[in-house]
């Protein structure tokens, strides 16, 4: 029984005694020819095929007999479609039958994402790539004629997965940090300097008041000074009247009444000492003028 024609595939005939033996002695799908270059078969003409028939028994029993085979033909870039993804491009893959009766040469196809092109026979790699093959064998049915595949990668796949971009960020942290460490070592000096200046100028006040002043009054100075800068209401913390140095606990009468009047002198703190009770004596020496 034959299908309605369909050109140029099918009720075409394919029967062949070398074909025909071989699915008598696989008993199972078995790859009975290779086409590479023009053929009538696939839908690019140069492409390879391969013509595949798988034997049709009267029962499942191991002793069945042939009643018929069916022949179908397969592109073998179909079985390089559809594997890599849309981003990987420029992959190559060297299909090596020689193995087989049917070609004496390998061919070659180029994989960019899910789309399969044929190169030509021959192996059609970059030399450049050769370290990197990678290869395995395959057996297209259940015939003992054996597909040796080697992947090569490409220039252009190189490209997709080598960037710079690691070294790229690298020198920008580098360049942060180096930043980062200019700026600390910038506010650094700048602290130091205020702060040797601070010093420089304390040491000079220091000095200016050292020579003024006696060493208690210089003392009281600082202090008052210190209380000032510390943002201490020195009035509050320490009276005004107690600046003065009142000898045996005894005040002067209407001190308190001085020291509550509101912009008196006496609101800040005095440098002099306060003696309520002074006894001032004159005295002369009789005839020291003479003794000169």
């Given at each position: 029984?034959?299908?309605?024609?369909?050109?140029?595939?099918?009720?075409?005939?394919?029967?062949?005694?070398?074909?025909?033996?071989?699915?008598?002695?696989?008993?199972?799908?078995?790859?009975?020819?290779?086409?590479?270059?023009?053929?009538?078969?696939?839908?690019?003409?140069?492409?390879?095929?391969?013509?595949?028939?798988?034997?049709?028994?009267?029962?499942?029993?191991?002793?069945?007999?042939?009643?018929?085979?069916?022949?179908?033909?397969?592109?073998?870039?179909?079985?390089?479609?559809?594997?890599?993804?849309?981003?990987?491009?420029?992959?190559?893959?060297?299909?090596?039958?020689?193995?087989?009766?049917?070609?004496?040469?390998?061919?070659?196809?180029?994989?960019?994402?899910?789309?399969?092109?044929?190169?030509?026979?021959?192996?059609?790699?970059?030399?450049?790539?050769?370290?990197?093959?990678?290869?395995?064998?395959?057996?297209?049915?259940?015939?003992?004629?054996?597909?040796?595949?080697?992947?090569?990668?490409?220039?252009?796949?190189?490209?997709?997965?080598?960037?710079?971009?690691?070294?790229?960020?690298?020198?920008?942290?580098?360049?942060?940090?180096?930043?980062?460490?200019?700026?600390?070592?910038?506010?650094?000096?700048?602290?130091?300097?205020?702060?040797?200046?601070?010093?420089?100028?304390?040491?000079?006040?220091?000095?200016?008041?050292?020579?003024l002043f006696p060493a208690r009054f210089r003392d009281r100075l600082?202090?008052?000074?210190?209380?000032?800068?510390?943002?201490?209401?020195?009035?509050?913390?320490?009276?005004?009247?107690?600046?003065?140095?009142?000898?045996?606990?005894?005040?002067?009468?209407?001190?308190?009444?001085?020291?509550?009047?509101?912009?008196?002198?006496?609101?800040?703190?005095?440098?002099?000492?306060?003696?309520?009770?002074?006894?001032?004596?004159?005295?002369?020496?009789?005839?020291?003028?003479?003794?000169?």
């Amino acid at each position: 029984q034959r299908s309605p024609p369909v050109p140029p595939v099918v009720n075409r005939d394919f029967y062949r005694p070398d074909r025909h033996a071989k699915v008598l002695e696989t008993r199972g799908a078995t790859l009975v020819d290779m086409y590479v270059g023009k053929n009538k078969f696939a839908h690019h003409d140069d492409w390879p095929t391969l013509v595949i028939s798988a034997p049709i028994f009267d029962s499942f029993a191991d002793d069945a007999e042939l009643v018929a085979y069916f022949t179908f033909v397969q592109p073998m870039h179909v079985m390089y479609t559809n594997i890599l993804p849309e981003s990987a491009h420029g992959m190559f893959v060297v299909v090596d039958p020689t193995a087989c009766p049917f070609v004496d040469t390998p061919i070659t196809y180029k994989l960019d994402g899910p789309n399969c092109t044929y190169l030509g026979p021959g192996d059609l790699h970059d030399p450049a790539y050769e370290s990197l093959e990678y290869q395995f064998d395959f057996t297209v049915s259940v015939s003992t004629c054996d597909f040796h595949v080697k992947i090569y990668p490409s220039e252009e796949l190189h490209d997709q997965y080598m960037t710079n971009k690691p070294i790229i960020n690298t020198i920008v942290v580098i360049a942060l940090f180096a930043f980062t460490s200019l700026v600390f070592w910038v506010y650094d000096t700048l602290v130091e300097k205020r702060q040797t200046t601070v010093m420089d100028s304390a040491k000079n006040t220091g000095a200016i008041v050292s020579s003024l002043f006696p060493a208690r009054f210089r003392d009281r100075l600082l202090e008052d000074e210190a209380i000032r800068r510390a943002g201490i209401d020195a009035a509050k913390s320490k009276p005004a009247k107690e600046g003065f140095r009142v000898q045996d606990g005894r005040k002067p009468a209407g001190l308190d009444d001085i020291m509550n009047e509101g912009d008196n002198l006496l609101t800040t703190k005095p440098l002099a000492e306060f003696f309520p009770c002074v006894t001032v004596m004159f005295g002369d020496i009789s005839g020291f003028v003479s003794l000169l």
